[in-house]
DNA sequence: GCTTGACTTGGAGTAAACTCCAGATATTAC
DNA sequence: GTAATATCTGGAGTTTACTCCAAGTCAAGC
């Protein structure tokens, strides 16, 4: 699979893509005998979870850390398990707030819609008035 | 109460608050004789909207748009609605996946919790065959 | 009344995360 | 085979949202 493919499936530039690699989020992609990167469906993998936790408001750095981690093998196993528990804490807090300003916002759109109503009432009364 | 109550109050620093007030997210604060802020209830009032609105992700641009509209009076409370509510659904969406991205974490973390169970017995076993 | 610390402004500087560009090489269509 | 299109790299530029700075005014303690 080359870039523009990916960058087709998963709605990142074929930029970003290059960048994330170049700043170590996901492992040196696969390439062919020119050179070209051949996502293979493993490169791909790992393109789609950095979009996913980048979505999900996770760090470049953070990431770059977790994959750093990742290839130091089964001695990092704890530090990684370590990482993604404090990020899911931090999402779950965030999750939190955000959904506590979903319903803020459901709350003030029904007051616009009631006040819109009001509104209309009013100069419907200062129309018939004249 | 003074600029400096203010950003402790809310946890914004002192250059977000005026930076806010600069670029029109909340209206003008209040001053006094001499000149500095001295901000009304109303004042703090629109502080912790907008530090709400932005921890939820709505942009600058948005919120700016939102309280010029706000200034412009009744015959905006259409849009304003609308805008609110294209907003509601946006931060809906983003909760929808943040959710799913949660999920993922916390089953990742479950399968390295297994993965270290599994690491630490192959250790042992190591040992004890020597 | 003077020093120390807080507040003011306009504008410059910074961090994070891309995004774009130039110049070179590779692939595809005709 | 050649033109048009895609990819490559290193590095510069951009956007968003602050954050800091200088130079001046204001306020509180002694």
């Not at 994330?20 to 051949?38: A, C």
Request: with cysteine; net charge positive; proline share 2%.
């Amino acid at each position: 699979m080359n870039i523009s493919q990916v960058s087709k499936k998963y709605g990142l530039s074929v930029d970003t893509l290059r960048y994330y690699e170049k700043e170590g989020l996901i492992p040196p992609v696969h390439r062919n005998e020119s050179g070209l990167r051949d996502y293979t469906e493993q490169d791909c993998g790992w393109v789609e979870f950095i979009k996913c936790m980048r979505a999900a408001g996770l760090s470049i750095d953070t990431l770059r850390e977790y994959i750093t981690l990742y290839f130091k093998g089964n001695r990092t196993l704890q530090k990684r398990k370590n990482l993604l528990i404090a990020e899911r804490d931090k999402l779950q807090a965030r999750l939190k707030e955000m959904q506590g300003t979903l319903e803020r916002l459901d709350y003030k759109i029904r007051v616009y819609e009631e006040k819109i109503v009001q509104c209309e009432k009013e100069l419907l009364k200062k129309r018939k008035s004249k």
